[in-house]
Structures are given as structure tokens and as C-alpha cells.
Nanobody
């Protein structure tokens, strides 16, 4: 059974930092691109960042570029999202996902095959 489990969310003041972790199991995810998405109340799920299978290529939404960093440790089947200089508009449930087909990656959520349950990030002003 494929499983993705996010952790690391929480409440932080504006300007603060959080590091999200996505632990994958049930499949060798080191061969696949992975991504982070988020969904705020009343809004559609939006792309945040993605990373190629090797970690050599990354891509970010304009809204987080320069503040967020995606990385992965294939030996641990884990993907990270380091979030710095957080803003209230970053408040959302954050999801990690794996894309079994796209090379090097996709920013479209419908391309992703498996999703985690999400972790809440709340940034207070």
C-alpha cells in the first residue's frame, strides 16, 4: 500500500519558518517526481513546488519563490519543504504528492498519483 505522511505543520508568526516533511512508503519513490501543493479555505488546491526524481531540478510557484525550498533524501524516501519568511497568505493545508509519469516533473495536480493527508500551516500576522 502506497502511503505519504506529511508532518511539521503548525502555528507560526509572520516572518517565521517551518519545515515540512513527507515520508513515503510502499513504493520506491526515488524514481519519481514529487510535489507540494496547498489548499486554503474556500480556495482551490494550488501548486507550491516540485522536484525531479534525482533532486537536480526544482520548480516553484511565483508566490513562494525565494522563500521556500524543496529537497529530497531518496535514501530515506523523504521530501522536505523548508518555508522561510512566512506570510499570513501562506496559511493552508499542505499536501505532498508523487507523480509516477512526468519527467522531470509537473505542476498540474491532476498529474499526481498519490497524495498525503495534509498538514495544517497557520501563519499569524
Amino acid at each position: 500500500q502506497v502511503q505519504l505522511v506529511e508532518s511539521g505543520g503548525g502555528l507560526v508568526q509572520a516572518g517565521g519558518s517551518l519545515r515540512l516533511t513527507c515520508a513515503a512508503s510502499g513504493r520506491r519513490f526515488s524514481s519519481y517526481a514529487m510535489g507540494w501543493f496547498r489548499q486554503a479555505p474556500g480556495k482551490e488546491r494550488e501548486f507550491v513546488a516540485c522536484i525531479s526524481w534525482s533532486g537536480g531540478s526544482t520548480y516553484y510557484a511565483d508566490s513562494v519563490k525565494g522563500r521556500f525550498t524543496i529537497s529530497r533524501d531518496n535514501a530515506k524516501n523523504t521530501v522536505y519543504l523548508q518555508m522561510n519568511s512566512l506570510k499570513p497568505e501562506d496559511t493552508a493545508v499542505y499536501y505532498c504528492a508523487v507523480d509516477l509519469h512526468s519527467v522531470p516533473y509537473s505542476i498540474a495536480h491532476h498529474e499526481y498519483d498519490y497524495w498525503g493527508q495534509g498538514t495544517q500551516v497557520t501563519v499569524s500576522s
